[in-house]
């Protein structure tokens, strides 16, 4: 992402961004760029407004066209009532948008964003869902780090899963839950002293990946709700059930597995 952002240079390999180079063209290429790091770094002393017009000028936009902007840009992620408001107060949410519209203010055609939505609460990531798929709809280019695959599944219409600094697999939402999943998945629940011999037992049931974590077992199928029926005709009754799509969380653990490195 530094190497994108003309930031650090690049260690190895072709990198060209907006047809230049970012070593010997960075200048030009971070004035067409927007950024959102994974920590707000908003000055908390000033105004929202002020927040934007101080930021304006470090593209060499006259004032005129800065306080247009700002206008726009606190109308699109529904600020205009915190105009004069200090940050410091402000919401995680509010605070979030903030710096979206801080990222806007030079009209990049490209946005870079690290984690924009880490620690918002489910309805302050929906609205911030809903301005950045909003600029997609502009036509505006985002290049987006995150760890919630409902996020990366919303948002993006190409994926890099990344492990240990390599790429796993690249495509589609669509095209990564085909290749690496089923179409839907089966969890059950058994009591925990017959859970083990439940699983030994419906593993032979099915071909597809099956798993077993500490409260349920995930069962991955074309037909989450024949494979139940089979499960219930093998004379297993489970005592919790819940049959799903496959998500590309699914698809992350499949690549990356479930234990935790740091």
Same mark, same amino acid.
């Given at each position: ?11 190895q390999g072709d990198l060209t961004i907006l047809g230049g180079d970012p070593v010997r063209d960075g200048a030009a290429i971070r004035a067409r760029l927007g950024v959102v790091p994974q920590e707000d770094t908003l000055d908390n002393e000033l105004t929202v407004r002020e927040n934007l017009l ?113 790429? !796993? #697999?690249?495509?589609? %939402?669509?095209?990564?839950?085909? &290749?690496? =999943? /089923?179409? @839907?998945?089966?969890? +059950? ?43 219930? !005709? #093998?004379?297993?009754? %489970?005592?919790?059930?819940?049959? &799903?799509? =496959? /998500?590309? @969380?699914?698809?992350? +653990? ?9």
């Amino acid at each position: 992402m530094r190497m994108l952002g003309c930031v650090s240079p690049p260690t190895q390999g072709d990198l060209t961004i907006l047809g230049g180079d970012p070593v010997r063209d960075g200048a030009a290429i971070r004035a067409r760029l927007g950024v959102v790091p994974q920590e707000d770094t908003l000055d908390n002393e000033l105004t929202v407004r002020e927040n934007l017009l101080v930021y304006g000028r470090y593209f060499g936009l006259n004032r005129k066209l800065i306080a247009e902007r700002t206008d726009e840009l606190l109308d699109f992620v529904q600020l205009t009532e915190r105009a004069d408001d200090q940050v410091d107060p402000l919401s995680g949410g509010m605070k979030r948008r903030l710096t979206i519209a801080r990222s806007l203010i030079n009209s990049p055609d490209i946005l870079i964003l690290d984690e924009p939505t880490t620690g918002l609460d489910p309805q302050a990531r929906h609205v911030v869902w809903d301005r950045l798929f909003r600029l997609k709809q502009r036509g505006v280019t985002l290049i987006l780090t995150t760890h919630y695959m409902d996020e990366a599944e919303q948002l993006c219409d190409r994926l890099v899963v990344m492990d240990h600094g390599e790429i !796993a #697999a690249e495509g589609t %939402p669509r095209e990564l839950i085909a &290749r690496y =999943s /089923t179409p @839907e998945v089966l969890e +059950l629940r058994f009591p925990p002293d017959v859970q083990e011999a439940a699983f030994e037992k419906i593993k032979s049931l099915t071909s597809e990946r099956s798993e077993l974590t500490a409260d349920r077992m995930l069962l991955y199928a074309a037909d989450g709700d024949e494979l139940l029926a089979r499960v219930r !005709a #093998a004379g297993l009754e %489970p005592v919790g059930e819940f049959v &799903r799509r =496959s /998500t590309l @969380e699914d698809v992350f +653990l499949q690549l990356t597995g479930r234990t935790l490195v740091d």
